[in-house]
């Protein structure tokens, strides 16, 4: 265990963390847009922002989510420097991003209403936090969506802003995108995979097997078959199809072993 | 069957794990651009993500996915050449060719593109054309080059030098040959820009014509790097039994008046010689790592040898332990030369001690500072030094492969080191048992493609390893999880030069130059409003005053000195009451500058210093990439603030956010670019305060460069209706009779400052 202090407290942190998930565990709030649990650290978009200072390392504002814990580690994460910074980084993406509501939510919570900046900017919903791209690439294994660009003109795009030959219509990262910049349009029977004007991908969807609503890319099916072992194969079935038969046969456990009173 | 063309690329290279950039750069010399079907292709092939691909062709510049033209002008906007007019230069040449920066002609004839810096900063502004540098260029010369380069492709070929019908006597011949000759032409960039290589064939023709190609067994014409005194290039020093002297601004048609009267009639060609300051300008220098540059045939292997070359590198690997070596190196206290300043001896010690077994070494030669050059100098003139530097280094740390990664603006380098490489591998320097030891090292050549972020070393690596040049959060420093999560020694190229120097001649000799916290001496690029401009060496602690007046020779035509830019894009401004400080990386630091890579631009009472801090800016926001907030958003805020300033529309606000804006910028972005980014503005505003502010409150550029806030008029009392002016101006703005006084259109005068330059009466004013 590592030992470090946080807020004038003092924890004891296993010595895998960062600072930004030492203090989620320990109930402190730190936010952050490109942080996910289940994708390594990426230190983007910087409103993770804390004061520390410890053995070797100079006190200073740094991003928690790449600092990693370590013994005699200080950190505040309400200085009035941080939360001076804070506002700073975040009144810097509310300008690039104005009409990214759920970005907007998340500043005013740090107190950040409007901006003075983003005047010269082209302005979108996408805070580049990188998590649809990272979602893609390194869990789901398809690489369909990536940076292109640089600097300011650094965007999510398909190759060539052309309809992906490699997307599979899985969905990863509309559901991983803090602002909503990249969704899923499913519609009469039809995926498409949109970022604002750009459609990534459009499939039909297969139905469920029992009900017959539209469900699931053939792409993204065969990807699980694939996957899994071939005597354990996915059911092509929805939730709701799913529920109605584990009912079915909890029913019918109940008639041949009746409870006992 | 005809096989693809990118099958032909790939058959070339043994793996693409590790070559990606360098089968995108020969798919893009195939085609002149990266076609969409080629790419597609590339990715079936090897069954990288085509998304991949295209990430990779967007981020660098030096990749097009459009068509290029068939003349390719590259405008220089480095340091350098932005105060010198560049800005001018690419209006002029926009105009004249109705398309913008990046845009092809529609007969695909010309491409303009913006390169930031190609090192050739005594000839700002400079435009370069097919391979061809053109310095020092003006209007008037953008319409010769449009011209030379407007037909099928080859330019027109200069005229021939005339011959002079009389070869000398036939005795002074015979007298000649029994002397010991030797002419060195300096084949820097600056050298070639000015038309050296010419100068060199003409030495070697005129020579062997003479009958006098080799006297006492030697070859007589050498071609040798930078000289360092690019400001009179191309200088071309003769040697006759020892004495040396020393020409300037030779050109092809002064060689054989040269050949003629000097080296065979014994009488030196008084008018053309080297001035007085040429002599000025070596005095003061301390010539360690720049020691041979200038004075060896860089292609030529055994012209290092004569001097010890690889001497030091076999006494290392027969002689002394790793850890010795290491001793000797943190003893001598020799700090990385690339701008960061970090201990050599002690990363070399990390490097050793980390886990695993194969470790690598990198040679950072992404020398992106616009308005620095000396590593481009160290490779065009001495590639040697650094590949035995690296070798000493492989021994010392146990690695067993190495690269340079070097930028590919730099061809001339490129091949120089490629060929140097090679020599070394032929006689054994280089591969299995090197110098007769259990040394088993190699070294490759890995090009850039046109990004500054990767000269950051976490970016660099990222290049290396196929990727978008992204920094990644540190720690894992390289020297424990490097390239392909090994451990990894990048070093800058000076600093790989100066081992074997120390190595050679001691720790304790290295350490006795300097200063007690600073050892060593530094080369530093010296360019701007300076007379002479060109690279030099000096001892660490030497006052700034020392450089740009004693080396320096001053500031031309009589103008004030007002400030000198250090440390590139990172540094910062030091304003003339800190002319006494010395060039150190403590005082450097404290006078809120940097050491950096050792670039130098010399700014005079013409410069704006609100426009100096945001052309830096704009470099950076340019060159970000795009990762994180601040640098990203940061910069851009930034730039446009310092927009509105420099056109009149200027708040108090503006100062206040700049100041926030640096802040945040400086204290949270994820590398050392964007941390570094406000420092130009932070320099700017801590000595220049009072030009901001009269930009802001007055509506008025004190150095009259702001475009919009000067007004060009003509002096009726002072212009003799020439019509000069007149016929040069762009816009037809300028309007008169002959031999009255002419008027200037404000409506329609778009401030080129063509009229200004032109005007042989200084009748135009500019206010």
Same mark, same amino acid.
């Given at each position: 265990?590592?030992?470090?202090?946080?807020?004038?407290?003092?924890?004891?942190?296993?010595?895998?963390?960062?600072?930004?998930?030492?203090?989620?565990?320990?109930?402190?709030?730190?936010? !952050?847009?490109?942080?996910?649990?289940?994708?390594?650290?990426?230190?983007?978009?910087?409103?993770?922002?804390?004061?520390?200072?410890?053995?070797?390392?100079?006190?200073?504002?740094?991003? !928690?989510?790449?600092?990693?814990?370590?013994?005699?580690?200080?950190?505040?994460?309400?200085?009035?420097?941080?939360?001076?910074?804070?506002?700073? +980084?975040?009144?810097?993406?509310?300008? %690039?991003?104005?009409?990214?509501?759920?970005?907007?939510?998340?500043?005013?919570?740090?107190?950040?209403?409007?901006?003075?900046?983003?005047?010269?900017?082209?302005?979108?919903?996408?805070?580049?936090?990188?998590?649809?791209?990272?979602?893609?690439?390194?869990?789901?294994?398809?690489?369909?969506?990536?940076?292109?660009?640089?600097?300011?003109? %650094?965007?999510?795009?398909?190759?060539?802003?052309?309809? !992906?030959?490699?997307?599979?219509?899985?969905?990863?990262?509309?559901?991983?995108?803090?602002?909503? *910049? +990249?969704?899923?349009?499913?519609?009469?029977?039809?995926?498409?995979?949109?970022?604002?004007?750009?459609?990534?991908?459009?499939?039909?969807?297969?139905?469920?097997?029992?009900?017959?609503?539209?469900?699931?890319?053939?792409?993204?099916?065969?990807?699980?078959?694939?996957?899994?072992?071939?005597?354990?194969?996915?059911?092509?079935?929805?939730?709701?199809?799913?529920?109605?038969?584990?009912?079915?046969?909890?029913?019918?456990?109940?008639?041949?072993?009746?409870?006992?009173? | 069957?005809?096989?693809?063309?990118?099958?032909?690329?790939?058959?070339?290279?043994?793996?693409?794990?590790?070559?990606?950039?360098?089968?995108?750069?020969?798919?893009?010399?195939?085609?002149?651009?990266?076609?969409?079907?080629?790419?597609?292709?590339?990715?079936?092939?090897?069954?990288?993500?085509?998304?991949?691909?295209?990430?990779?062709?967007?981020?660098?510049?030096?990749?097009?996915?459009?068509?290029?033209?068939?003349?390719?002008?590259? +405008?220089?906007?480095?340091?350098?050449?932005?105060?010198?007019?560049?800005?001018?230069?690419?209006?002029?040449?926009?105009?004249?060719? =109705?398309?913008?920066?990046?845009?092809?002609?529609?007969?695909?004839?010309?491409?303009?593109?913006?390169?930031?810096?190609? =090192?050739?900063?005594?000839?700002?502004?400079?435009?370069?054309?097919? =391979?061809?540098?053109?310095?020092?260029?003006?209007?008037?010369?953008?319409?010769?080059?449009?011209?030379?380069?407007?037909?099928?492709?080859?330019?027109?070929?200069?005229?021939?030098?005339?011959?002079?019908?009389?070869?000398?006597?036939?005795?002074?011949?015979?007298?000649?040959?029994?002397?010991?000759?030797?002419?060195?032409?300096?084949?820097?960039?600056?050298?070639?820009?000015?038309?050296?290589?010419?100068?060199?064939?003409?030495?070697?023709?005129?020579?062997?014509?003479?009958?006098?190609?080799?006297?006492?067994?030697?070859?007589?014409?050498?071609?040798?790097?930078?000289?360092?005194?690019?400001?009179?290039?191309?200088? +071309?020093?003769?040697?006759?039994?020892?004495?040396?002297?020393?020409?300037?601004?030779?050109?092809?048609?002064?060689?054989?008046?040269?050949?003629?009267?000097?080296?065979?009639?014994?009488?030196?060609?008084?008018?053309?010689?080297?001035?007085?300051?040429?002599?000025?300008?070596?005095?003061?220098?301390?010539?360690?790592?720049?020691?041979?540059?200038?004075?060896?045939?860089?292609?030529?292997?055994?012209?290092?040898?004569?001097?010890?070359?690889?001497?030091?590198?076999?006494?290392?690997?027969?002689?002394?332990?790793?850890?010795?070596?290491?001793?000797?190196?943190?003893?001598?206290?020799?700090?990385?030369?690339?701008?960061?300043?970090?201990?050599?001896?002690?990363?070399?010690?990390?490097?050793?001690?980390?886990?695993?077994?194969?470790?690598?070494?990198?040679?950072?030669?992404?020398?992106?500072?616009?308005?620095?050059?000396?590593?481009?100098?160290?490779?065009?003139?001495?590639?040697?030094?650094?590949?035995?530097?690296?070798?000493?280094?492989?021994?010392?740390?146990?690695?067993?492969?190495?690269?340079?990664?070097?930028?590919?603006?730099?061809?001339?380098?490129?091949?120089?080191?490629?060929?140097?490489?090679?020599?070394? %591998?032929?006689?054994?320097?280089?591969?299995?048992?090197?110098?007769? !030891?259990?040394?088993?090292?190699?070294?490759?050549?890995?090009?850039?493609?046109?990004?500054?972020?990767?000269?950051?070393?976490?970016?660099?690596?990222?290049?290396?390893?196929?990727?978008?040049?992204?920094?990644?959060?540190?720690?894992?420093?390289?020297?424990?999880?490097?390239?392909?999560?090994?451990?990894?020694?990048?070093?800058?190229?000076?600093?790989?030069?100066?081992?074997?120097?120390?190595?050679?001649?001691?720790?304790?000799?290295?350490?006795?130059?300097?200063?007690?916290?600073?050892?060593?001496?530094?080369?530093?690029?010296?360019?701007?409003?300076?007379?002479?401009?060109?690279?030099?060496?000096?001892?660490?602690?030497?006052?700034?005053?020392?450089?740009?007046?004693?080396?320096? =020779?001053?500031?031309?035509?009589?103008?004030?000195?007002?400030?000198?830019?250090?440390?590139? /894009?990172?540094?910062?401004?030091?304003?003339?009451?800190?002319?006494?400080?010395?060039?150190?990386?403590?005082?450097?630091?404290?006078?809120?500058?940097?050491?950096?890579?050792?670039?130098?631009?010399?700014?005079?009472?013409?410069?704006?210093?609100?426009?100096?801090?945001?052309?830096?800016?704009?470099?950076?926001?340019?060159?970000?990439?795009?990762?994180?907030?601040?640098?990203?958003?940061?910069?851009?805020?930034?730039?446009?603030?310092?927009?509105?300033?420099?056109?009149?529309?200027?708040? /108090?606000?503006?100062?206040?956010?700049?100041?926030?804006?640096?802040?945040?910028?400086?204290?949270?972005?994820?590398?050392?670019?964007?941390? *570094?980014?406000?420092?130009?503005?932070?320099?700017?505003?801590?000595?220049?305060?009072?030009?901001?502010?009269?930009?802001?409150?007055?509506?008025?550029?004190?150095?009259?460069?702001?475009?919009?806030?000067?007004?060009? *008029?003509?002096?009726?009392?002072?212009?003799?209706?020439?019509?000069?002016?007149?016929?040069?101006?762009?816009?037809?703005?300028?309007?008169?009779?002959?031999?009255? /006084?002419?008027?200037?259109?404000?409506?329609?005068?778009?401030?080129?400052?063509?009229?200004?330059?032109?005007?042989?009466?200084?009748?135009?004013?500019?206010?």
């Amino acid at each position: 265990m590592t030992t470090i202090t946080l807020n004038g407290e003092t924890c004891e942190v296993a010595d895998t963390l960062t600072v930004l998930e030492a203090a989620r565990a320990a109930g402190v709030d730190i936010p !952050s847009l490109c942080h996910h649990p289940g994708l390594g650290a990426y230190g983007a978009c910087r409103v993770c922002v804390v004061e520390a200072e410890g053995p070797g390392l100079r006190k200073g504002l740094m991003a !928690s989510c790449t600092l990693p814990v370590s013994n005699g580690l200080t950190v505040r994460t309400d200085s009035p420097a941080v939360e001076q910074a804070r506002r700073m +980084v975040f009144e810097l993406l509310v300008g %690039r991003s104005p009409d990214a509501e759920p970005l907007r939510d998340m500043a005013r919570r740090y107190g950040v209403e409007s901006s003075r900046f983003g005047q010269s900017a082209v302005h979108d919903e996408c805070v580049r936090c990188g998590l649809c791209v990272r979602a893609c690439r390194e869990k789901i294994g398809t690489a369909a969506i990536s940076f292109a660009g640089r600097g300011q003109t %650094r965007v999510v795009t398909t190759e060539f802003n052309a309809i !992906s030959e490699l997307c599979i219509g899985c969905g990863a990262c509309a559901a991983i995108c803090p602002t909503g *910049t +990249v969704y899923v349009d499913d519609q009469r029977g039809e995926r498409a995979i949109r970022r604002r004007e750009l459609t990534v991908a459009r499939f039909k969807l297969e139905p469920c097997l029992v009900c017959g609503t539209p469900l699931v890319t053939e792409k993204f099916l065969l990807r699980r078959m694939q996957a899994l072992p071939e005597d354990c194969q996915p059911d092509v079935i929805c939730l709701d199809c799913k529920r109605r038969r584990t009912a079915t046969s909890a029913e019918m456990l109940e008639d041949l072993w009746p409870l006992a009173e | 069957m005809e096989t693809h063309p990118v099958d032909d690329i790939l058959s070339r290279h043994l793996q693409v794990t590790g070559n990606l950039i360098s089968v995108l750069h020969e798919v893009q010399s195939h085609y002149n651009y990266l076609p969409q079907d080629a790419l597609y292709y590339l990715a079936k092939r090897t069954g990288i993500p085509i998304t991949r691909l295209y990430s990779i062709a967007t981020f660098y510049h030096f990749f097009s996915l459009k068509p290029k033209g068939r003349q390719q002008i590259h +405008v220089c906007t480095g340091t350098a050449c932005h105060v010198q007019g560049a800005q001018r230069v690419m209006d002029e040449l926009e105009r004249k060719l =109705g398309i913008k920066a990046g845009e092809t002609t529609p007969d695909l004839q010309f491409t303009i593109n913006e390169v930031r810096c190609v =090192g050739a900063c005594s000839f700002a502004p400079v435009v370069v054309v097919g =391979g061809e540098t053109f310095g020092e260029v003006t209007s008037r010369k953008i319409t010769d080059i449009i011209k030379r380069y407007s037909g099928d492709g080859l330019p027109a070929a200069a005229a021939k030098p005339t011959m002079v019908p009389t070869p000398p006597d036939a005795a002074l011949i015979a007298a000649a040959t029994r002397r010991a000759i030797n002419v060195k032409v300096c084949m820097g960039l600056g050298g070639v820009a000015a038309g050296a290589a010419d100068v060199l064939k003409l030495f070697g023709q005129t020579m062997a014509e003479r009958g006098l190609e080799f006297t006492l067994g030697k070859k007589c014409v050498d071609q040798v790097g930078c000289m360092g005194f690019c400001a009179k290039d191309v200088i +071309v020093e003769v040697t006759l039994d020892g004495a040396t002297t020393a020409y300037q601004f030779v050109k092809p048609a002064m060689v054989q008046r040269i050949v003629d009267e000097h080296i065979i009639g014994g009488k030196a060609v008084e008018k053309w010689l080297a001035g007085p300051e040429y002599a000025q300008f070596h005095s003061k220098q301390h010539k360690v790592v720049l020691g041979a540059c200038g004075t060896i045939d860089p292609e030529d292997i055994d012209a290092y040898c004569r001097i010890g070359g690889y001497q030091t590198a076999r006494r290392a690997l027969t002689g002394m332990t790793p850890e010795q070596v290491i001793e000797e190196m943190k003893a001598s206290g020799l700090k990385g030369r690339g701008g960061a300043g970090f201990p050599t001896g002690m990363k070399w010690e990390f490097c050793r001690k980390a886990e695993g077994d194969r470790k690598i070494l990198v040679c950072n030669a992404d020398e992106g500072d616009p308005g620095a050059f000396m590593d481009r100098a160290i490779i065009e003139g001495d590639p040697h030094a650094v590949i035995e530097g690296m070798i000493i280094a492989a021994h010392a740390m146990g690695a067993s492969e190495g690269y340079v990664y070097i930028r590919a603006e730099y061809p001339l380098a490129v091949e120089r080191l490629r060929h140097a490489i090679r020599q070394a %591998r032929e006689r054994g320097y280089l591969g299995k048992n090197i110098l007769g !030891s259990t040394l088993d090292f190699d070294l490759q050549v890995k090009l850039g493609a046109g990004a500054f972020v990767c000269g950051e070393e976490t970016a660099l690596i990222a290049s290396l390893e196929d990727q978008i040049g992204e920094p990644k959060p540190k720690p894992p420093f390289p020297v424990n999880k490097g390239l392909w999560g090994l451990p990894t020694c990048i070093n800058n190229v000076e600093t790989w030069a100066t081992v074997a120097k120390i190595i050679d001649k001691g720790a304790a000799w290295f350490a006795s130059i300097g200063t007690e916290k600073s050892k060593g001496t530094k080369i530093f690029s010296l360019v701007g409003k300076i007379n002479n401009t060109g690279l030099v060496e000096v001892p660490m602690g030497i006052p700034l005053r020392e450089i740009i007046y004693d080396i320096g =020779g001053g500031i031309p035509h009589g103008k004030k000195f007002k400030a000198v830019q250090t440390g590139g /894009p990172s540094g910062g401004c030091i304003p003339a009451e800190h002319i006494d400080v010395p060039v150190d990386y403590e005082n450097l630091t404290a006078v809120g500058s940097i050491m950096g890579s050792g670039g130098m631009v010399v700014m005079d009472e013409d410069t704006c210093m609100v426009d100096v801090a945001k052309y830096f800016v704009s470099f950076c926001m340019d060159e970000s990439c795009g990762q994180c907030t601040p640098c990203r958003e940061g910069t851009r805020e930034m730039v446009r603030l310092l927009d509105e300033i420099t056109t009149g529309r200027g708040t /108090p606000e503006h100062l206040s956010a700049l100041q926030e804006l640096s802040a945040v910028t400086r204290d949270l972005s994820l590398c050392g670019l964007g941390k *570094t980014s406000p420092n130009p503005v932070m320099s700017t505003l801590r000595y220049f305060r009072d030009e901001y502010e009269a930009h802001i409150y007055e509506k008025r550029c004190p150095a009259g460069v702001c475009k919009e806030l000067i007004e060009f *008029t003509i002096n009726e009392a002072a212009c003799n209706g020439c019509s000069m002016c007149a016929r040069q101006c762009p816009q037809k703005s300028i309007t008169g009779d002959k031999r009255k /006084p002419h008027v200037i259109d404000q409506k329609s005068c778009i401030k080129c400052g063509i009229c200004f330059d032109s005007c042989k009466f200084g009748a135009v004013r500019k206010a």
